[in-house]
């Protein structure tokens, strides 16, 4: 079984900045997709950002142009760095990783990400 741990959640002002982290049990190589997923209460689950093994990226339209995600294969780890942040960013976000787009195959523990002054 994949074990996928996150780290870097916690509170944030708005307009700031914060980083977290997904690293993988196995080579991030043999997933297909990894991403975040995030939920916050009273709303849908949403995608928030996906990459690929191949290195093709999306975003949610809510996040795009500041929010990155990146890889690093040597470390199976890979990253959300998030800036700009708003208060309505504020929920617990969830790394996913999987053999289709859709992922859903591993997930992680879940971090808080509060945005808030």
């Known amino acids: 079984q994949v074990q996928l741990v996150e780290s870097g959640g916690g509170l944030v002002r708005p307009g700031g900045s914060l980083s977290v982290s997904c690293t993988t049990s196995?080579?991030?190589?043999?997933?297909?997709?990894m991403g975040w997923y995030r939920q916050a209460p009273g709303a849908q689950r949403e995608l928030v950002a996906r990459?690929?093994?191949?290195?093709?990226?999306t975003y949610a339209d809510s996040v795009k142009g500041r929010f990155t995600i990146s890889r690093d294969n040597a470390k199976n780890t890979v990253y959300l760095q998030m800036s700009n942040l708003k208060p309505e960013d504020t929920a617990v976000y969830y790394c996913?990783?999987?053999?289709?787009?859709?992922?859903?195959?591993?997930w992680g523990q879940g971090t808080q990400v509060t945005v808030s002054s």
């Open positions: 996913t990783g999987g053999d289709y787009d859709f992922m859903g195959d591993y």
């Open positions: 990459i690929t093994s191949g290195g093709r990226i």
């Open positions: 196995k080579t991030i190589l043999s997933i297909y997709a």
